[in-house]
């Protein structure tokens, strides 16, 4: 369904429930901008989420009136002027646990939901101790809703007298922290929600889980099934982990009595309800929940994103990813919102100005066919980074850049401003560093002066920055007033203002152009220069990028630089405290694709420079001018191109018999000597290109949280517990330490392949291969072989590009010899050195073709013509469900290649097998496929694989041959 018809669907369907249309649109708009334009999410379960987000937005409405009541109310009483409260708080300040309700704060609403529906989603998996109640999904809704407005309605008839509205607000805030889960030892979790669901699991299975354990029995066809069913399987793991062993019970209920009391719901709903918030929110490793139906008044409020360091407490970065569905609805739904958008992935000389261009692209901009619902909202608006020294005009440079990349490292810093505070709401204070399990270290937490006003009420505050995985760096200012009723949110110029002022004073400075936010923001840029490794320092430092640009990439909300305008937000926090945040989106170093303007229609080609492209084209103008625009032939040049080999017999690889790759990998590949002009013409490249129609899209938006391991830190394989990129691999990965396959990934691979079982083929009901051949015989499918996919971490991923989940994309380094066969098979390829078995050898590289444009090649070639064998990239055709024609690919190395176009073919016993790696997209229509030895292989063996044809098959895209492979089962001898 085209997105419009999905925005009117979903709005009609809203509507039928009671929001208006005007509602809507906004809410769908922020839902699908949080959720990646995922409509499968939003759709899910009757439009669940999008109802959650309405109610929620409602309430937040709601909500925000009461506050507006109760401050105008306060603000009357409460007489004492800012400066006052500013002058009398000479900042003492320690570090306070708020993170609680920050979340609510910083986190865009959609977001939010989405994560609660994730985790609700997983309980309801796991809780089987629960039945679900048959209602209706969204008169449950309703149902929390309402309780949700009645707990509202109960402390709104609590009198507006401020010092006891203050009061009141800290007294819950005290109540709630009593159900937050406590600590337990003094290494307490203190958790990210969106991947808070990990943290169980990670609990559960550290120490426990024996990596080198069997592959369980489970079928492989049930784990090849749509991954919407295989997402379950780690959900399912999750558990109940909320510390209700710490909570009397007679106690909950009472409070809970207290603040329901004007509520007409059962108490079994309710329990159920909070039972149900309590899976989805808690935080504590502590033991299991004694049961679903124990009341829990678990503080909702602690679901934040902040990353913030707590002082005696380890920041755990969670690991595995819940199981959500790639997001292949895109694609099933006509939405893309990338459209053709083609990373290089390895590309490491990206111009930021491309990298700006197409991030802004990636993230501010809607998607092509998105349709223009009302206005686009964001709920953080971005701070712009200046880079200092981009233009040589920083007053702060010291030759050192700053930049807005790179930025999906987990570290978190609190500034606490106290030195020796007494420890306030359960955190300790002083110096502080800890390493976080995923082997990160939070960063030392300096603590600089304390004030106790004696009563044994510490003024506490924080100076937090915080930097999320979204690549967003965040300052935030906490204020801690509890006791103070005297106490009202300051507008923010004025803050700044008698800052600037007071510091312009201290230092004697009349003409001073002093600006706080300013200041902060350099804070933010500082921190991500100090934090940015050397390498990326020196590409930056060599790249000249207009300040301007990356304002612009920013989003550019305040209409100027970026830089300066007032986002920074002061919220209230229910302890009184007050917070001013001032997020600040962080430009990532993003791989770029070739420049639009470079080559035409031929933008879309991943890997080339255009200096490259004008190689491959040769000295010929015509042809150039052909491959610049494409459109403006009608005869299809690339066809041309490919019939007559012409540009290609400019390789005389006499001249490059020691190395046939031309330098495009890293090892030389020689050429056996002797024959170098029988060697076919084709052209090395060492990453797949599209050729024309294929849909291979590698947008960064497209892989959402689930599908990388943004957290992670260095290499995830010395993680304690498999980061989200195992996910696909059944939770460990597929490589040990080193590079080697494990042993039982590779043996299932090489069953897969040698001895298929029935439930291991799917069969299409339109197969793409079949109708492709559009001839009038049978359309039949003939069946696809399931394969196992491995998952590799890549540029989303917070790890570091030696992490060793990097296998396949760092591409050759076995010493390999393409020679000529002497059984007659022509040329192959062969290793020089042993090779152990599990042993990455290459993969195979060629031309992305669409199973229709492949058949149109194999007409023209008149079939004298030699061909490589024509790889279909069907391994995983079972979930992408009907496939279009775009996207039912396949590798074409006859023309363009690398040097797996020699390797032969083996019946049965071939010395490697080739194994789908998914990269750079979760869609599984395109992959790597990448070939590991199946035995340990000597030096100067013919490297094999079993080409897995079936050589009765005279309909197959390319001509069987007459095998020599001289294996004892060869299939194809006696042709
Ligand atoms: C991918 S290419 C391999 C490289 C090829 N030998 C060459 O000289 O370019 C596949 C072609 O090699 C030949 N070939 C591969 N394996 C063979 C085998 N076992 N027996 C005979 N010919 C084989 C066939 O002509 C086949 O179409």
């Known amino acids: 369904m085209p997105p419009k018809r999905k925005v009117t669907v979903a709005c009609k369907a809203m509507k039928s429930i009671g929001f208006p249309e005007s509602e809507v649109k906004p809410v769908l708009n922020q839902l699908l901008e949080s959720s990646d334009y995922n409509w499968g999410y939003i759709e899910n379960d009757e439009y669940r989420a999008l109802i959650e987000a309405l109610l929620q937005k409602k309430q937040e409405q709601e909500k925000s009136v009461e506050l507006k009541k109760k401050d105008a109310c306060s603000n009357e009483k409460a007489k004492s002027p800012i400066r006052k409260a500013n002058k009398d708080d000479k900042i003492k300040l320690s570090l306070i646990s708020e993170q609680g309700s920050e979340s609510e704060d910083f986190e865009p609403i959609g977001k939010r939901l989405r994560r609660r529906h994730q985790e609700e989603r997983a309980l309801v998996a796991v809780d089987c101790s629960e039945p679900e109640d048959s209602e209706p999904l969204v008169k449950r809704l309703h149902q929390r809703h309402q309780e949700e407005r009645a707990l509202v309605a109960v402390d709104c008839s609590e009198p507006e007298d401020s010092e006891l509205l203050v009061k009141r607000l800290h007294q819950r805030h005290q109540e709630e922290s009593a159900f937050v889960p406590v600590e337990t030892s003094n290494s307490q979790l203190v958790i990210t929600p969106s991947k808070r669901g990990y943290q169980d699991i990670n609990e559960v299975s550290s120490g426990s889980q024996d990596w080198s354990e069997p592959e369980d029995s489970e079928p492989l066809l049930k784990r090849s099934r749509p991954r919407r069913a295989r997402q379950s ?7 109940q982990i909320c510390d209700e062993e710490e909570v009397d019970e007679s106690t909950q209920l009472k409070v809970w009595i207290e603040q329901n ?21 808690t935080t504590s490793p502590v033991p299991k929940a004694k049961g679903p139906s124990q009341p829990n ?107 807005a990349d790179v930025l999906e490292v987990l570290e978190s810093k609190s500034l606490d401003m106290n030195e020796k505070a007494p420890s306030v709401d359960g955190l300790s204070n002083g110096k502080s560093s800890a390493a976080k399990e995923d082997g990160s270290k939070s960063l030392e937490s300096e603590s600089l002066d304390v004030m106790d006003k004696g009563d044994g009420v510490s003024e506490v505050s924080q100076f937090d920055i915080t930097s999320s995985p979204k690549r967003e760096l965040k300052l935030s200012l906490i204020c ?36 706080l936010l300013e200041l902060m923001t350099e804070f933010c840029e500082r921190f991500w220069a100090m934090g940015t490794d050397s390498a990326v320092d020196e590409h930056l430092r060599s790249t000249n990028i207009p300040a301007s640009k990356i304002s612009d990439a920013q989003g550019g909300h305040d209409g100027k630089d970026g830089h300066v305008g007032n986002h920074c937000t002061p919220s209230s926090l229910s302890s009184g405290s007050v917070r001013f945040q001032n997020p600040i989106k962080v430009i990532p170093q993003i791989p770029k694709p070739i420049a639009p303007s470079g080559l035409g229609g031929l933008h879309g080609v991943a890997g080339f420079e255009i200096k490259d492209m004008e190689n491959i084209c040769g000295e010929s103008e015509r042809r150039l001018k052909l491959l610049k625009d494409p459109q403006s032939s009608k005869s299809n040049n690339w066809e041309i191109v490919q019939k007559h080999h012409s540009p290609f017999s400019i390789v005389n690889y006499c001249d490059y018999v020691d190395d046939i790759t031309r330098g495009e990998e890293k090892v030389k590949i020689p050429l056996m000597k002797g024959s170098a002009e029988d060697l076919p013409a084709f052209r090395y490249i060492s990453k797949s290109l599209v050729y024309r129609k294929g849909y291979v899209n590698f947008a960064l938006a497209r892989i959402s949280d689930e599908h990388c391991c943004s957290n992670c830190f ?31 990934f590779l043996e299932e691979s090489i069953t897969i392949n040698r001895n298929p079982k029935k439930h291991q083929y799917f069969y299409c009901k339109n197969c793409p291969l079949e109708g492709s051949k559009n001839n009038k015989k049978s359309n039949r499918c003939k069946g696809h072989l399931l394969r196992r996919f491995i998952k590799e971490c890549w540029s989303k991923c917070g790890c570091n590009k030696s992490c060793g989940n990097r296998v396949v994309q760092r591409g050759i380094t076995a010493k390999l010899q393409v020679f000529w066969t002497p059984e007659g098979k022509g040329w192959g390829l062969r290793t020089l050195q042993d090779l152990p078995k599990a042993a990455f050898v290459c993969e195979y590289v060629g031309e992305i073709v669409t199973n229709s444009e492949l058949h149109e090649r194999n007409l023209q070639n ?60 979760p869609d599984h229509h395109y992959y790597h496929l990448a070939f590991f030895t199946t035995r340990k292989v000597d030096a100067m063996e013919e490297l094999t694989w079993d080409y897995g044809i079936d050589f009765n098959d005279c309909d197959h895209p390319v001509k069987a041959f007459q095998c020599l492979c001289g294996s004892q089962q060869c299939r194809g001898s006696n042709r």
């Open 233 to 239: 399987q780690p959900d399912a793991e999750l558990i």
């Open 261 to 281: 009391k004007s509520k007409p719901v059962s108490r079994l709903q309710h329990l159920k309800n909070e039972s149900r918030k309590c899976n989805s929110s």
């Open 297 to 403: 008044l678990c503080n909702n409020s602690t679901e934040s994103d902040s990353l913030s360091f707590q002082k005696g407490k380890t920041s755990v970065t969670p690991q595995v990813a819940p199981g959500e569905r790639r997001l292949t609805s895109e694609r099933g739904n006509g939405i893309r919102p990338f459209e053709k958008l083609m990373v290089e992935p390895y590309l490491d000389h990206t111009p930021v100005e491309n990298v700006l261009d197409m991030y802004q692209e990636n993230n501010f901009n809607l998607p092509r066919d998105e349709p223009s619902t009302d206005k686009h909202l964001l709920d953080e608006v971005p701070l712009a980074i200046i880079l200092p020294d981009i233009e040589g005009s920083s007053s702060y440079g010291n030759g050192s850049n700053a930049k």
């Open 480 to 515: 801690n007033s509890s006791g103070r009723s005297d106490f009202h949110i300051p507008s923010l110029d004025a803050v700044f203002k008698v800052v600037e002022e007071n510091f312009l004073k201290l230092h004697g400075l009349t003409e001073f152009n002093f600006s």
């Open 714 to 744: 260095g290499d995830c394989l010395s993680s304690p517990v498999p980061c989200a990129c195992a996910r696909e691999t059944k939770g460990e990965f597929a490589y040990m330490p080193g590079g080697l396959l494990k042993q039982n």
């Open 862 to 921: 008149s079939g004298t013509e030699k061909h490589t064998y024509p790889v279909l990239l069907d391994a995983d055709w079972v979930s992408e469900g009907v496939l279009k024609d775009e996207e039912a690919l396949c590798l074409d190395a006859t023309v363009f290649g690398n040097v797996a176009r020699f390797i032969n073919h083996r019946c049965h016993d071939a010395t490697l097998v080739e194994i789908p790696v998914e990269v750079e997209t």
